[in-house]
């Protein structure tokens, strides 16, 4: 089988150019946020599954996300962003009401600048804003209806492991614990895995991370376990809307495309695809979403690249640096005479 | 022939003889994963059980290994839910097997600061006396009108939302019975 | 249902369901003016980017996870390289007969060897797993590649110091005989591998999703070979006396001046990311850490010529500078992954200026 | 309206997406945004307590355009019935209806009555409780004669017509007068309005989902009642896509209201006997009185049937069925009465089953001083509640109101036995039984409440044998043989048990129409009466989806009989034909010569459109074959409710017990005959036109998170819910925010004359202030999941709520009080009782506050509506159960 895009581009067939013959069909998610009701039950339903432990009891004042990000114990994670921007047509019930200016910014700036604060930037799970003195805010003309706030959205949005086709995580791990299944799919193997943190650095959307206590890197594994035994992913299943819809890749894109047809079409022009085009700079993920708005409003990289992209260079760059050490010590002894 | 299975278990090895030359797929699969399925394959029963949480009655079934519970997930075939759940209901399986559970029957005394341990027919045989002792303190044969009520103020009641029906049937029965009316629910709150 | 491809052996919980398909948002009443371009949704003001105030973020919160890793694979950086180069200057020094300055060198990269062993072992999540590390050999994992350069390179610098290190009563005996007969090969082989041990780690920071290591995976080589290099140098020049130490102070001066060079390039990229180099405490490491290479550096090519002790002064100046050089590096990583700005706003410019038709940048 | 469906009702929600996505429109009214609302097309904010106002509107808006479904309203609703000349209306009493006793806060409903016939006359009413129509279960009191024919005019012109009637009574309800009282504006109204009538009709259906959002109100059963009208006159119910949804709380809040475990009601909706009940004759005619159409003539048959299951042999018609066993209701004794009771040490014992009143029931202050002054307590639960702890962590400690050491109530604390570890049936919110099969053995002391009630009867039995005590024959005779697996009764036994059986052949019935009145059948439940037909479990049917029609009959088992759909012949118009072919459900198939259809008709099977009763025929004979609702006594759906309503035959816009505003419809400023406890420790802030109401400027509501469960046992314990909803929050706009200086984030709370609340700040746009009247109102939101032990802790929210109820249903007006929001923790220990009492100074309150509750017109407003033996002018000090 051709093998020149087994690191980075278009590839068909991920599952067969890991090895796997007469394998199953690629799978995936498309999680669909336009109909995520931000109940959070795919991330209970793949804790109970995958017994993912308890992340950490802050409050984030994220609007109702109190999971923050993905991470090692959080497979799933609900982003809710609050936005003066109107969605579609829909209609807020706010015109008219005597209102002042927004918050959704102030609420944005008071986490965030508390987040500077907590551990790993805030990186990690299960940590809240930490107090320096939330900062107050003035509203001018409050109530006069002067500058009222007309328009209102509340986005929800169901965050997942990738499951790249081209996988950071999965390139760098130097044990084989993250591998590429028969499904195409992206895992680690725990009885393998030995904790050297290298996928963690390796992921160009920060899904994956090292459990403290365990040691061992974790995310999701699209339920490895129940795809084997022909059951649907658990988030997938339990999700109230659909919004998260599990089935065969290509399907899954088809279905993509024609939402988004259909959503362009009745006014909502913000939807966009992400994660869907195999030309992208991870050729194209396993679970890829419909967004309604830019990425990293969500939290997302806007153009995440696989890092593997630049290897062959990198390597290129550090063999002349090897030979121009090599090279200055024989000349060393050489140069320069006796002394 | 030792020296061979040993060879075949070394990744490295596989990656030079098999179609996976990068080690990143088929080559790098562990033991325990190629043997993986789900646990609830693995169940000696499945049961047809509804949510307890709120009134949708979303269908679960409960998978049951060596009598304990191993999985609760939604019944796909129901037309109520479909088979899915929210967060509560796929929280069920930490309801019934989590720590948060209490397991033994505590008793406080009056005035008592701290709970004691009591077995469960002894706790029975209590409550009996303490049902009949407040059935007769709060007593009322008539009202000042000489009209029939045949009651006990003494004894009241509240609960029956989370509970069964056939539970609630035989609360009712008893205490009216008993001449308890004061059984009330959550319906009315 | 064609979603049912027989992966499935229970119907999908979205089978014959039409909820996927809910038509939001409110019916044709502000008519289509109100709905808004796929691409920029309402962005049209984020997308003209760099401005970093600009950018948005989800609550602040980190796109990338931090590294996990701590000061430990930074000290291996350092020890690694270390161990390299005064390899190669062991090598040297045993083909050209500076008895002195072969058997510091050897016992140092042997030193250095067995600090790299320790700070990786003890980096890892489950340390009593690191033999899994010899479960694959991945191309596409430095680590891996590295794993298995340092396995060719070890065992020969072992040998080579273990040599320098036989009692005399061993010495004599047939066993001991055969070690010092091998000690040259082994010297020579372990050399010969030793520019890849010192080169390697740049790729292993450059081949992460890290924006500032990544982005700098042309001049990291450089650096730290050049870092490499200089710190060997300028142990070859505290453990030898000046007399032996000329090729040491040579290897210091030239690699200091690669370092130098290739750290201020660094400074120079274009764009955001050069920022977690050129601020906070990345920035604070690496300009001690110029200031020692180069003071050092000067000294060896002068003073450390004629006093030992100007010698050993260098050395350890060249030393500490590649130290701080490292750790230097290291944070900028970890500054760039802490702050979202570092990964959306290139990311950002680059959808820009591909949207723009012009080729995005590598 | 009142529902927030996508958060407390996630998994329902995904119908209202389905609908969605075959081009429903959505329109979501609530107070704040919720998620909901961010899947709707349109929210509407309005203020809480002002539904009836905004719905008034609407039906205005229907009746002065004339846009009712005039062939469904002429044919299935009471609208052309003429009312009698004695009948005043709000419009000319200023806010009251015509039999108003301001001396008992009562109606005498007797002139509400049709024109042609004769309601039951009452001799005056002594106290409020003879009034009140928790008495009368659902058929409510007796309209007799109403088989006969009514006076009416089909043209619903005639001005005492109860179509004329509706017109007037809401035509100031004007979109102008919507958007002073609800904060709605005047186009968003119509908006809906536009909407809700445009999709209605033949072709069309709309339906309406309610929840708790609107029945704890002091009018709560008028709010639905307003809502039933509108879709009476749009004609949406009993048709497929219409009709008005309850979405309720708990697994089986339903089932627990069908086989009651409340006080006034006996299974399937038989009223509780009370004191006017001389005997079973009397109790029968009070519910099916002779003369009156429809189902409930049968009641006979219903009630006797469940006295013979009951009492078994012992029960026979020489002793009338040992109707005399039964206990008399006399008043109100809902669980608020009770608590207070409590306090005042009028009861001895308490069960506590599955539930956690000590957090979940309003005003939990007076919750744990009731519990903490009884003899003994018994909690059930699955995991240790506030409600067993109260004794050492309740609130009260702290400020020294509860010592443990001088607290006398000894505490049972029985495990439970979780839904999975015990066999037997919830009724979800569309009164589908399912059963549920036992997957596990219960742990350790783990019972259920089957085991414990089957082991306490049998226990009490033996420990009552052979006692000549008359009072203990009711437990002896109590027929308590129920089939046992091991020491567990059989849960399908008594399924069968309540299903009915036919004492002749030992075989279950097969539905209500098999009961009889002679002794010779006995029925746990009449309306769950099919659900063991043939000896089935019906409710543990299972057919998959994928095999069978749209309205899945075969999956579980819905009452009656089930059928999906009530009223479902409706759905044809009168000649039996559907509405339209897109809308059909049920149609009368004249080859077969009976109804038929998607559903299970809700009608006699073979009775033709067109039959017309002869002459002098009752009950089921006396419906005709338009006759839609069955169930009535005249078998028309009630635009007008001639009986059966303490407050009124029509629902009338009242404000809020507590409200920071005047009624600007009526001089009546809330409902006259609400259920007021005036006591010390049950203080109300001031409203309208009491002075001082401005101490508590703000409307406050509180309700359910998706991530959490009611009063949180089933949730807060559990690691994976808690951790999404961690802490306690109080929401507040913007606006409200920069007014009271309250920061994201950081601490506030809230305040009443009751309690005051800690919480985390949430700034956010999805509350917004409203314009009421001229004024800026604002309003404050709160979940009230959190108590003082699990996982995550906080504050008891329902502290902050007073006990007022609706005189229908006792349910207390929870969704709306007034308070006011204060940056900064709440002063601790006794502190905090000074500090409560300065808002009570400062507002002047008293144990009277709020209880004159007439203030219409300027004839005498009558007393306070005092709890009996309190001085009216006490101020509220430290309630009784304090050291």
Redesign the interface.
């Given at each position: 089988m051709t093998r020149e895009n087994s690191?980075y581009g278009p590839l068909d067939d991920p599952a067969a150019d890991a090895g796997h013959t007469d394998h199953?069909?690629r799978?995936g998610f498309f999680t669909?946020t336009?109909?995520c009701i931000g109940c959070k039950a795919c991330e209970v339903a793949c804790k109970e599954w995958n017994l993912v432990p308890e992340d950490g009891l802050d409050l984030?004042g994220?609007s109702y996300d109190n999971t923050?990000?993905l991470?090692a114990s959080s497979w799933r994670h609900v982003?809710f962003?609050e936005?003066q921007?109107?969605?579609?047509?829909?209609?807020t019930g706010l015109p008219d009401l005597p209102t002042g200016p927004s918050v959704t910014g102030v609420q944005?700036?008071v986490?965030?600048?508390g987040?500077?604060h907590a551990e790993?930037?805030?990186?990690q799970l299960g940590t809240g804003p930490v107090d320096v003195g939330f900062p107050s805010f003035e509203l001018p003309g409050a109530t006069t209806g002067a500058e009222g706030r007309t328009d209102f959205r509340w986005l929800m949005s169901s965050d997942v492991c990738k499951h790249c086709t081209h996988a950071?995580c999965l390139?760098?791990?130097?044990?084989?614990?993250l591998f590429r299944t028969e499904?195409s799919t992206v895992v680690v193997q725990q009885d393998?895995?030995?904790?050297?943190?290298?996928c963690?650095?390796?992921?160009?959307?920060?899904?994956?991370?090292?459990?403290p206590d365990?040691?061992?890197?974790w995310k999701c594994t699209l339920c490895y376990d129940r795809?084997r035994?022909?059951?649907?992913p658990a988030c997938?299943?339990?999700?109230p809307?659909?919004s998260i819809?599990?089935?065969?890749l290509d399907?899954l894109r088809e279905?993509a495309d024609r939402?988004?047809e259909?959503?362009?079409g009745?006014?909502?022009?913000?939807?966009?695809l992400y994660g869907r085009d195999p030309d992208d700079g991870v050729g194209g993920d396993g679970a890829f979403f419909l967004l309604?708005?830019?990425p990293?409003?969500?939290?997302?990289?806007?153009?995440?690249v696989v890092?593997?992209r630049?290897?062959p260079?990198?390597?290129k760059?550090?063999?002349?640096?090897?030979?121009?050490?090599?090279t200055?010590?024989?000349?060393?002894?050489v140069?320069?005479g006796?002394? | 022939m030792g020296v061979r299975r040993w060879l075949d278990a070394?990744?490295?090895y596989r990656?030079l003889t098999g179609t996976d030359p990068?080690?990143?797929g088929r080559?790098?699969r562990s033991a325990r994963s190629a043997g993986l399925v789900p646990r609830t394959d693995e169940a000696d029963r499945v049961a047809d059980s509804v949510c307890p949480f709120c009134a949708v009655g979303c269908a679960q079934r409960v998978y049951v290994k060596d009598g304990r519970v191993t999985q609760i997930e939604?019944n796909?075939?129901s037309p109520v839910s479909?088979?899915?759940l929210c967060p509560k209901g796929s929280a069920s399986k930490q309801l019934v097997t989590g720590p948060q559970r209490e397991l033994k029957v505590r008793y406080r005394p009056p005035y008592g600061t701290e709970w004691q341990d009591l077995d469960l027919d002894t706790a029975m045989d209590m409550v009996v006396d303490r049902v009949l002792d407040a059935r007769e303190k709060g007593w009322q044969e008539t009202d000042r009108d000489g009209r029939r009520l045949r009651r006990t103020m003494g004894i009241a009641s509240l609960g029956g939302a989370t509970l069964d029906n056939e539970e609630n049937y035989l609360i009712k029965k008893l205490f009216t019975a008993l001449g308890a009316l004061q059984v009330e629910n959550q319906a009315r709150i | 249902m064609?979603?049912d491809?027989g992966?499935?052996?229970?119907?999908?919980?979205?089978?014959?369901?039409?909820?996927?398909?809910?038509?939001?948002?409110?019916?044709?009443?502000?008519g289509?003016g109100?709905?808004?371009?796929?691409?920029g949704?309402?962005?049209g003001r984020?997308r003209s980017m760099v401005p970093r105030a600009e950018?948005?973020?989800?609550?602040?919160?980190?796109?990338?996870?931090?590294?996990?890793?701590d000061w430990k694979i930074a000290g291996y950086l350092f020890t690694g390289g270390l161990s390299?180069?005064a390899a190669?200057?062991a090598a040297?020094a045993d083909?050209?007969g500076r008895p002195a300055l072969r058997r510091g060198c050897r016992l140092g990269s042997s030193a250095g060897l067995l600090a790299s062993m320790y700070l990786l072992v003890a980096?890892?999540?489950?340390?009593e797993?690191?033999h899994?590390?010899?479960?694959?050999?991945?191309?596409?994992?430095?680590?891996?590649i590295?794993?298995w350069i340092l396995v060719a390179y070890g065992p020969g610098t072992v040998l080579a110091s273990a040599a320098e290190l036989l009692p005399a009563s061993v010495r004599a005996t047939l066993p001991g005989r055969l070690v010092r007969l091998a000690a040259r090969p082994a010297g020579l082989a372990s050399?010969?591998v030793?520019?890849?041990v010192?080169?390697?780690t740049?790729?292993l920071l450059?081949?992460?999703?890290?924006p500032a290591?990544?982005e700098a995976?042309?001049h990291l080589?450089?650096l730290?070979?050049g870092s490499?290099?200089a710190a060997g140098g300028g142990f070859g020049m505290v453990v030898a006396p000046v007399?032996e130490a000329?090729?040491?102070r040579?290897?210091a001066a030239?690699?200091a001046a690669?370092e130098l060079v290739t750290s201020r390039l660094i400074d120079r990229r274009p764009g955001l990311v050069t920022e977690a180099f050129t601020t906070g405490r990345a920035h604070r490491l690496r300009r001690a850490s110029e200031c020692l290479t180069l003071g050092g550096a000067a000294v060896a090519a002068t003073l450390a010529?004629r006093s030992r002790t100007a010698a050993a002064a260098a050395g350890l100046a060249l030393l500490a500078g590649s130290v701080l050089q490292r750790f230097g590096t290291f944070e900028a990583?970890v500054a760039s992954?802490?702050?979202?700005a570092y990964?959306?706003v290139p990311?950002?410019e680059?959808?820009r200026r591909a949207a723009a038709g012009g080729e995005?940048p590598? | 309206m009142g529902s927030n469906m996508a958060e407390a009702h996630p998994v329902g929600f995904?119908?209202v997406?389905?609908a969605?996505?075959?081009?429903a429109?959505v329109i979501h009214v609530d107070p704040r945004f919720t998620r909901t609302s961010a899947?709707a097309?349109?929210h509407v904010t309005l203020r809480v307590g002002t539904d009836i106002a905004f719905l008034g509107g609407v039906i205005n808006y229907i009746l002065s355009n004339e846009l009712d479904f005039r062939e469904y309203v002429r044919a299935y609703t009471n609208a052309p019935f003429l009312l009698s000349e004695r009948y005043r209306d709000t419009e000319d009493l200023d806010g009251l209806f015509s039999g108003y006793d301001p001396h008992t806060a009562s109606y005498d409903p007797s002139s509400w009555a049709y024109e042609s016939v004769r309601a039951e006359e009452r001799s005056g009413c002594r106290e409020k409780e003879q009034t009140d129509p928790f008495r009368h279960g659902a058929a409510g009191p007796a309209v007799e004669g109403t088989a006969a024919e009514i006076a009416s005019d089909p043209e619903l012109r005639h001005p005492r017509c109860v179509y004329q009637v509706l017109k007037r009574h809401y035509a100031r309800y004007t979109p102008e007068m919507v958007e002073r009282i609800c904060g709605v504006p005047r186009e968003q109204f119509l908006d809906v309005c536009r909407a809700w009538t445009a999709n209605s009709g033949r072709e069309r259906t709309a339906a309406l989902v309610y929840s708790v959002g609107w029945t704890q109100h002091s009018v709560g059963a008028q709010y639905i009642r307003a809502g039933a009208i509108v879709q009476l006159l749009l004609g949406n119910i009993g048709r497929p896509g219409g009709g008005i949804y309850a979405l309720r709380g708990h697994a089986s809040i339903q089932g627990s209201t069908d086989i009651p475990t409340l006080f006034n009601l006996l299974p399937g909706y038989l009223p509780m006997p009370d004191t006017t009940h001389e005997d079973l004759a009397g109790y029968v005619e009070a519910i099916g009185p002779r003369h009156t159409k429809g189902y409930w003539r049968n009641a006979d048959a219903y009630t006797v049937s469940l006295l013979k299951e009951y009492f078994g042999d012992a029960a026979t018609a020489e002793n009338d069925y040992c109707f005399d066993y039964l206990p008399r209701i006399n008043g109100d004794h809902g669980t608020y009465r009770t608590v207070m009771d409590m306090v005042e040490g009028k009861v001895s014992g308490y069960f506590v089953l599955g539930q956690n009143p000590a957090v979940g029931s309003a005003h939990g202050k007076l919750q744990r001083l009731g519990m903490a002054n009884l003899d003994w307590v018994v909690v059930r639960d699955l995991t240790m509640i506030e409600s067993a702890t109260f004794w050492k962590d309740a609130p009260e400690i702290e400020t020294g109101e509860i010592a443990t050491e001088r607290c006398r109530t000894e505490v049972f604390f029985f495990p439970a036995a979780s839904h999975v570890e015990k066999s037997g049936t919830f009724t979800q919110t569309q009164r589908m039984l399912q059963w549920r099969d036992q997957a596990v053995e219960p742990p350790g002391d783990c019972r259920s409440e089957l085991w414990f009630f089957y082991h306490l009867g049998r226990r009490l039995k033996e420990r009552l044998a052979g006692s000549a005590d008359e009072r203990d024959r009711p437990v002896l005779d109590l027929a308590w043989d129920y089939r046992m697996e091991g020491d567990e009764p059989d849960g399908a036994d008594v399924l069968r048990h309540i299903n009915g059986i036919d004492l002749r052949t030992g075989r279950t019935v097969n539905g209500y129409s098999d009961l009889k009145a002679d002794g010779s059948t006995a029925c746990g439940c009449w309306i769950y009466s099919g659900v063991y037909a043939d000896e089935v479990n019906q409710s543990r049917r299972r057919k998959s989806?994928?095999e069978q029609g749209p309205y899945e009959a075969e999956w579980g088992w819905t009452w009656p009989l089930n059928r999906r759909v009530l009223y479902n012949r409706a759905s044809a118009d009168p000649e039996g034909r559907p509405w339209s072919e897109r809308k059909a459900l049920v149609w009368w198939d004249e080859e077969k010569g009976e109804w038929t259809g998607h559903d299970i008709p809700d009608f006699e099977l073979t009775k033709p459109p067109h039959y017309r009763p002869p002459e002098g025929a009752e009950g089921p004979e006396g419906l005709g074959g338009d006759d839609a609702f069955i169930m009535m006594t005249d078998g028309k759906a009630w635009l007008f409710a001639p009986s059966g309503l303490a407050d009124g035959p029509l629902p009338t816009h009242y404000e809020p017990h507590e409200s920071p505003v005047r009624n600007l419809l009526y001089g009546q400023q809330g409902s006259p005959v609400r259920k007021v406890y005036g006591r010390p420790d049950n203080p109300s802030n001031p409203a309208p036109p009491e002075a001082h109401h401005e101490v508590f400027p703000y409307v406050f509501t509180a309700s359910r998170l998706t991530e959490h469960h009611t009063a949180g046992g089933m949730s807060r314990q559990l690691p994976y819910l808690a951790e999404l909803q961690p802490e306690l929050t109080v929401e507040v706009s913007p606006e409200l925010a920069a007014l009271r200086g309250l920061v994201h984030l950081d601490w506030a709370h809230v305040v009443t004359s009751r309690a005051a609340v800690d919480a985390r700040v949430m700034v956010t746009d999805r509350l917004a202030p409203l314009r009421i009247d001229g004024r800026t109102v604002h309003q404050v939101w709160m979940p009230y999941h959190w108590g003082h032990t699990g996982l995550v802790s906080g504050d008891v929210v329902n502290d902050l709520i007073g006990v007022v109820a609706d005189p229908n249903v006792l349910i207390q007006e929870s969704k709306v009080l007034t308070c006011d929001i204060r940056p900064g923790r709440r002063p601790r220990g006794p502190a905090l009782l000074e500090y409560l009492q300065g808002y009570r100074d400062r507002a002047g309150i008293t144990p009277r506050t709020g209880t004159r509750i007439m203030t219409a017109g300027d004839d005498d407003p009558g007393p306070p509506h005092m709890e009996p033996g309190q001085d009216p002018d006490q101020d509220p000090a430290p309630p009784e159960g304090s050291p």
């Amino acid at each position: 089988m051709t093998r020149e895009n087994s690191f980075y581009g278009p590839l068909d067939d991920p599952a067969a150019d890991a090895g796997h013959t007469d394998h199953p069909p690629r799978v995936g998610f498309f999680t669909d946020t336009s109909v995520c009701i931000g109940c959070k039950a795919c991330e209970v339903a793949c804790k109970e599954w995958n017994l993912v432990p308890e992340d950490g009891l802050d409050l984030t004042g994220m609007s109702y996300d109190n999971t923050g990000m993905l991470g090692a114990s959080s497979w799933r994670h609900v982003a809710f962003v609050e936005q003066q921007l109107p969605l579609g047509r829909q209609e807020t019930g706010l015109p008219d009401l005597p209102t002042g200016p927004s918050v959704t910014g102030v609420q944005q700036e008071v986490v965030a600048e508390g987040m500077r604060h907590a551990e790993r930037g805030g990186a990690q799970l299960g940590t809240g804003p930490v107090d320096v003195g939330f900062p107050s805010f003035e509203l001018p003309g409050a109530t006069t209806g002067a500058e009222g706030r007309t328009d209102f959205r509340w986005l929800m949005s169901s965050d997942v492991c990738k499951h790249c086709t081209h996988a950071g995580c999965l390139d760098v791990c130097p044990t084989g614990a993250l591998f590429r299944t028969e499904f195409s799919t992206v895992v680690v193997q725990q009885d393998i895995c030995n904790g050297c943190g290298y996928c963690v650095s390796g992921c160009p959307y920060g899904v994956i991370d090292r459990r403290p206590d365990d040691g061992r890197a974790w995310k999701c594994t699209l339920c490895y376990d129940r795809l084997r035994g022909g059951l649907e992913p658990a988030c997938a299943k339990a999700c109230p809307t659909d919004s998260i819809q599990f089935g065969v890749l290509d399907e899954l894109r088809e279905r993509a495309d024609r939402r988004l047809e259909q959503l362009h079409g009745l006014g909502v022009g913000e939807a966009r695809l992400y994660g869907r085009d195999p030309d992208d700079g991870v050729g194209g993920d396993g679970a890829f979403f419909l967004l309604l708005d830019e990425p990293e409003v969500y939290g997302l990289p806007p153009d995440p690249v696989v890092p593997t992209r630049d290897l062959p260079e990198m390597w290129k760059y550090a063999g002349v640096a090897a030979s121009a050490l090599l090279t200055a010590a024989v000349a060393v002894f050489v140069g320069g005479g006796r002394r | 022939m030792g020296v061979r299975r040993w060879l075949d278990a070394w990744p490295v090895y596989r990656q030079l003889t098999g179609t996976d030359p990068l080690g990143r797929g088929r080559a790098a699969r562990s033991a325990r994963s190629a043997g993986l399925v789900p646990r609830t394959d693995e169940a000696d029963r499945v049961a047809d059980s509804v949510c307890p949480f709120c009134a949708v009655g979303c269908a679960q079934r409960v998978y049951v290994k060596d009598g304990r519970v191993t999985q609760i997930e939604g019944n796909p075939d129901s037309p109520v839910s479909r088979g899915r759940l929210c967060p509560k209901g796929s929280a069920s399986k930490q309801l019934v097997t989590g720590p948060q559970r209490e397991l033994k029957v505590r008793y406080r005394p009056p005035y008592g600061t701290e709970w004691q341990d009591l077995d469960l027919d002894t706790a029975m045989d209590m409550v009996v006396d303490r049902v009949l002792d407040a059935r007769e303190k709060g007593w009322q044969e008539t009202d000042r009108d000489g009209r029939r009520l045949r009651r006990t103020m003494g004894i009241a009641s509240l609960g029956g939302a989370t509970l069964d029906n056939e539970e609630n049937y035989l609360i009712k029965k008893l205490f009216t019975a008993l001449g308890a009316l004061q059984v009330e629910n959550q319906a009315r709150i | 249902m064609s979603q049912d491809d027989g992966i499935l052996r229970e119907p999908r919980s979205d089978a014959g369901a039409a909820d996927t398909g809910a038509r939001p948002f409110g019916t044709d009443r502000h008519g289509p003016g109100k709905g808004r371009g796929g691409d920029g949704g309402d962005g049209g003001r984020e997308r003209s980017m760099v401005p970093r105030a600009e950018f948005r973020s989800y609550y602040g919160r980190p796109v990338l996870k931090p590294p996990v890793w701590d000061w430990k694979i930074a000290g291996y950086l350092f020890t690694g390289g270390l161990s390299a180069s005064a390899a190669l200057l062991a090598a040297g020094a045993d083909l050209t007969g500076r008895p002195a300055l072969r058997r510091g060198c050897r016992l140092g990269s042997s030193a250095g060897l067995l600090a790299s062993m320790y700070l990786l072992v003890a980096d890892l999540g489950r340390p009593e797993r690191f033999h899994h590390m010899l479960r694959v050999a991945k191309p596409s994992s430095p680590m891996s590649i590295g794993t298995w350069i340092l396995v060719a390179y070890g065992p020969g610098t072992v040998l080579a110091s273990a040599a320098e290190l036989l009692p005399a009563s061993v010495r004599a005996t047939l066993p001991g005989r055969l070690v010092r007969l091998a000690a040259r090969p082994a010297g020579l082989a372990s050399a010969v591998v030793a520019p890849a041990v010192a080169s390697y780690t740049a790729v292993l920071l450059s081949q992460t999703a890290v924006p500032a290591w990544h982005e700098a995976h042309r001049h990291l080589p450089f650096l730290f070979t050049g870092s490499a290099a200089a710190a060997g140098g300028g142990f070859g020049m505290v453990v030898a006396p000046v007399a032996e130490a000329g090729p040491a102070r040579r290897l210091a001066a030239a690699g200091a001046a690669a370092e130098l060079v290739t750290s201020r390039l660094i400074d120079r990229r274009p764009g955001l990311v050069t920022e977690a180099f050129t601020t906070g405490r990345a920035h604070r490491l690496r300009r001690a850490s110029e200031c020692l290479t180069l003071g050092g550096a000067a000294v060896a090519a002068t003073l450390a010529r004629r006093s030992r002790t100007a010698a050993a002064a260098a050395g350890l100046a060249l030393l500490a500078g590649s130290v701080l050089q490292r750790f230097g590096t290291f944070e900028a990583g970890v500054a760039s992954t802490r702050d979202p700005a570092y990964v959306v706003v290139p990311q950002r410019e680059r959808l820009r200026r591909a949207a723009a038709g012009g080729e995005s940048p590598v | 309206m009142g529902s927030n469906m996508a958060e407390a009702h996630p998994v329902g929600f995904q119908w209202v997406m389905e609908a969605k996505a075959r081009g429903a429109r959505v329109i979501h009214v609530d107070p704040r945004f919720t998620r909901t609302s961010a899947h709707a097309d349109q929210h509407v904010t309005l203020r809480v307590g002002t539904d009836i106002a905004f719905l008034g509107g609407v039906i205005n808006y229907i009746l002065s355009n004339e846009l009712d479904f005039r062939e469904y309203v002429r044919a299935y609703t009471n609208a052309p019935f003429l009312l009698s000349e004695r009948y005043r209306d709000t419009e000319d009493l200023d806010g009251l209806f015509s039999g108003y006793d301001p001396h008992t806060a009562s109606y005498d409903p007797s002139s509400w009555a049709y024109e042609s016939v004769r309601a039951e006359e009452r001799s005056g009413c002594r106290e409020k409780e003879q009034t009140d129509p928790f008495r009368h279960g659902a058929a409510g009191p007796a309209v007799e004669g109403t088989a006969a024919e009514i006076a009416s005019d089909p043209e619903l012109r005639h001005p005492r017509c109860v179509y004329q009637v509706l017109k007037r009574h809401y035509a100031r309800y004007t979109p102008e007068m919507v958007e002073r009282i609800c904060g709605v504006p005047r186009e968003q109204f119509l908006d809906v309005c536009r909407a809700w009538t445009a999709n209605s009709g033949r072709e069309r259906t709309a339906a309406l989902v309610y929840s708790v959002g609107w029945t704890q109100h002091s009018v709560g059963a008028q709010y639905i009642r307003a809502g039933a009208i509108v879709q009476l006159l749009l004609g949406n119910i009993g048709r497929p896509g219409g009709g008005i949804y309850a979405l309720r709380g708990h697994a089986s809040i339903q089932g627990s209201t069908d086989i009651p475990t409340l006080f006034n009601l006996l299974p399937g909706y038989l009223p509780m006997p009370d004191t006017t009940h001389e005997d079973l004759a009397g109790y029968v005619e009070a519910i099916g009185p002779r003369h009156t159409k429809g189902y409930w003539r049968n009641a006979d048959a219903y009630t006797v049937s469940l006295l013979k299951e009951y009492f078994g042999d012992a029960a026979t018609a020489e002793n009338d069925y040992c109707f005399d066993y039964l206990p008399r209701i006399n008043g109100d004794h809902g669980t608020y009465r009770t608590v207070m009771d409590m306090v005042e040490g009028k009861v001895s014992g308490y069960f506590v089953l599955g539930q956690n009143p000590a957090v979940g029931s309003a005003h939990g202050k007076l919750q744990r001083l009731g519990m903490a002054n009884l003899d003994w307590v018994v909690v059930r639960d699955l995991t240790m509640i506030e409600s067993a702890t109260f004794w050492k962590d309740a609130p009260e400690i702290e400020t020294g109101e509860i010592a443990t050491e001088r607290c006398r109530t000894e505490v049972f604390f029985f495990p439970a036995a979780s839904h999975v570890e015990k066999s037997g049936t919830f009724t979800q919110t569309q009164r589908m039984l399912q059963w549920r099969d036992q997957a596990v053995e219960p742990p350790g002391d783990c019972r259920s409440e089957l085991w414990f009630f089957y082991h306490l009867g049998r226990r009490l039995k033996e420990r009552l044998a052979g006692s000549a005590d008359e009072r203990d024959r009711p437990v002896l005779d109590l027929a308590w043989d129920y089939r046992m697996e091991g020491d567990e009764p059989d849960g399908a036994d008594v399924l069968r048990h309540i299903n009915g059986i036919d004492l002749r052949t030992g075989r279950t019935v097969n539905g209500y129409s098999d009961l009889k009145a002679d002794g010779s059948t006995a029925c746990g439940c009449w309306i769950y009466s099919g659900v063991y037909a043939d000896e089935v479990n019906q409710s543990r049917r299972r057919k998959s989806r994928f095999e069978q029609g749209p309205y899945e009959a075969e999956w579980g088992w819905t009452w009656p009989l089930n059928r999906r759909v009530l009223y479902n012949r409706a759905s044809a118009d009168p000649e039996g034909r559907p509405w339209s072919e897109r809308k059909a459900l049920v149609w009368w198939d004249e080859e077969k010569g009976e109804w038929t259809g998607h559903d299970i008709p809700d009608f006699e099977l073979t009775k033709p459109p067109h039959y017309r009763p002869p002459e002098g025929a009752e009950g089921p004979e006396g419906l005709g074959g338009d006759d839609a609702f069955i169930m009535m006594t005249d078998g028309k759906a009630w635009l007008f409710a001639p009986s059966g309503l303490a407050d009124g035959p029509l629902p009338t816009h009242y404000e809020p017990h507590e409200s920071p505003v005047r009624n600007l419809l009526y001089g009546q400023q809330g409902s006259p005959v609400r259920k007021v406890y005036g006591r010390p420790d049950n203080p109300s802030n001031p409203a309208p036109p009491e002075a001082h109401h401005e101490v508590f400027p703000y409307v406050f509501t509180a309700s359910r998170l998706t991530e959490h469960h009611t009063a949180g046992g089933m949730s807060r314990q559990l690691p994976y819910l808690a951790e999404l909803q961690p802490e306690l929050t109080v929401e507040v706009s913007p606006e409200l925010a920069a007014l009271r200086g309250l920061v994201h984030l950081d601490w506030a709370h809230v305040v009443t004359s009751r309690a005051a609340v800690d919480a985390r700040v949430m700034v956010t746009d999805r509350l917004a202030p409203l314009r009421i009247d001229g004024r800026t109102v604002h309003q404050v939101w709160m979940p009230y999941h959190w108590g003082h032990t699990g996982l995550v802790s906080g504050d008891v929210v329902n502290d902050l709520i007073g006990v007022v109820a609706d005189p229908n249903v006792l349910i207390q007006e929870s969704k709306v009080l007034t308070c006011d929001i204060r940056p900064g923790r709440r002063p601790r220990g006794p502190a905090l009782l000074e500090y409560l009492q300065g808002y009570r100074d400062r507002a002047g309150i008293t144990p009277r506050t709020g209880t004159r509750i007439m203030t219409a017109g300027d004839d005498d407003p009558g007393p306070p509506h005092m709890e009996p033996g309190q001085d009216p002018d006490q101020d509220p000090a430290p309630p009784e159960g304090s050291p």
